[in-house]
């Protein structure tokens, strides 16, 4: 069965403290790595999907990187506004249906 | 239009209630979800529909019954529900090879 792991659980940062989440994943053939963020009482924000190993994803402050067992989250000179819980999640097919897979996530706290 | 709408955003329900909570979008997607969040664990899939047929159901107590009247709508009709049954419930829907979720309706079971 699919799994995934992140580490760590909670990282504190202090503004501008670049730093990197882990994503490790055991799966029978990938069908897709995604990255999602959620803020408290609110629903997964997507913000990447990698499919082969050496890909790399940007987006402003973040950056997402993918090998064969795992996948980092970079996060360059970070903001507050960006705390957040930070989910990595893998992609099945089963039942003629896509189904995510989630990490447990890493709760994010960046002070000012 | 990129968005799931859910209502209500908060329910308070006691264990002899029937409530139900609702789930639209108007992207064209044919694929939507229901997800249980626990506070700080990751979301868990419930249900699945595909093309408005139920697809995949991870052995959800029938304390919980989808329903996808067309395309565009989702509902989970709620029933008995017991106290551990409080989290927040998200709906997806699924387009451009990635999940679209609602902001989620946050149950409580008294």
């Known amino acids: 069965e699919d799994q995934v792991t992140q580490s760590p659980e909670a990282l504190r940062l202090q503004e501008g403290e670049s730093s990197s989440l882990n994503c490790s994943y055991t799966v029978s053939g990938l069908r897709g790595l995604f990255w999602y963020r959620q803020d408290p009482g609110k629903g997964p924000e997507f913000l990447f999907t990698?499919?082969?190993a050496g890909e790399e994803k940007e987006k402003e402050r973040l950056k997402a990187t993918l090998t064969k067992k795992e996948s980092f989250l970079h996060i360059t000179a970070p903001k507050p506004e960006d705390s957040a819980t930070y989910l990595c999640?893998?992609?099945?097919?089963?039942?003629?249906?896509?189904?995510?897979?989630f990490g447990s996530g890493t709760r994010l706290l960046v002070r000012p | 239009d990129t968005e799931v709408t859910q209502t209500p955003k908060h329910l308070v329900m006691g264990m002899t209630n029937k409530k139900s909570l609702k789930c639209e979008q108007h992207?064209?997607?044919?694929?939507m979800y229901w997800y249980k969040q626990k506070a700080k664990k990751p979301p868990e899939l419930m249900f699945v529909?595909?093309?408005?047929?139920?697809?995949i159901n991870e052995s959800v107590p029938s304390r919980f019954s989808p329903e996808c009247p067309n395309s565009s709508l989702l509902n989970l009709h709620l029933h008995a529900l017991q106290p551990e049954d409080s989290a927040l419930y998200l709906c997806?829907?699924?387009?451009?090879?990635?999940?679209?979720f609602g902001s989620g309706t946050q149950l409580s079971v008294l």
């Open positions: 529909y595909s093309y408005e047929k139920l697809s």
């Open positions: 999640a893998v992609q099945e097919y089963r039942d003629s249906s896509y189904k995510l897979i």
């Open positions: 992207m064209g997607h044919r694929a």
């Open positions: 990698l499919y082969s």
């Open positions: 997806a829907s699924r387009g451009n090879e990635k999940l679209f």
